[in-house]
């Protein structure tokens, strides 16, 4: 992961943080519509600006292919079919929150490790899983060549703690909506 990649990482864990402590500790509901309002404002510049990253980067990558002599007839042919379906889906409607995430209408708060319902949730930096941090923690002491435990999960790599961090919307729905 690139450092600019992860800075804006943190700049999303951040923002979540303090939506969350708008919402808790703001009594006027003027005043935290307005400051949630700037807030979304922030977020929405940081997608845009994420976008614009991954665009520069995959451009840069297809720069070092033009540029290599050994360069083969495959990566051109990708590079000519990933332009026409940009091409393609530009000309269709423009929908201007199409950088926003999209999120399931269904939360699922039981802990793939235990089956229990989480207390303390971390999200997988790397497939985008939720797991109980004490569950996983000691899942990880037993076999540290764990892979993800939820099922289907397309990711081969180990879990590693250091690339989970604290799902603070999980944390704020758990909140919310006790057992």
């Avoid at 919402?23 to 979304?40: A, F």
């Avoid at 614009?52 to 050994?70: G, S, V």
């Avoid at 990566?75 to 332009?83: A, E, Q, R, S």
Wanted: hydrophobic residues 30%.
């Amino acid at each position: 992961m690139t450092q600019s990649t992860q800075m804006m990482e943190e700049l999303d864990d951040c923002c979540m943080r303090t939506a969350g402590n708008i919402i808790k500790y703001y009594d006027n509901e003027e005043e935290r519509q307005k400051m949630l309002k700037d807030l979304r404002e922030c977020l929405k510049a940081n997608c845009a600006i994420s976008a614009r990253t991954k665009a520069a980067n995959t451009i840069r990558q297809q720069m070092e292919c033009l540029f290599e002599p050994e360069g083969d007839i495959t990566n051109i042919t990708k590079v000519v079919f990933v332009l026409t379906n940009k091409s393609v889906s530009s000309q269709g409607v423009d929908d201007t929150d199409a950088d926003l995430r999209l999120t399931d209408s269904q939360v699922n708060v039981i802990d793939p490790i235990t089956k229990t319902r989480m207390t303390n949730p971390v999200r997988n930096a790397v497939c985008g899983h939720t797991y109980d941090k004490e569950s996983l923690v000691a899942m990880l002491r037993k076999n540290k060549n764990t892979r993800c435990p939820v099922v289907g999960c397309t990711s081969l790599d180990y879990i590693n703690l250091s690339q989970c961090r604290p799902d603070i919307a999980m944390k704020m729905y758990l909140e919310q909506n006790p057992a």
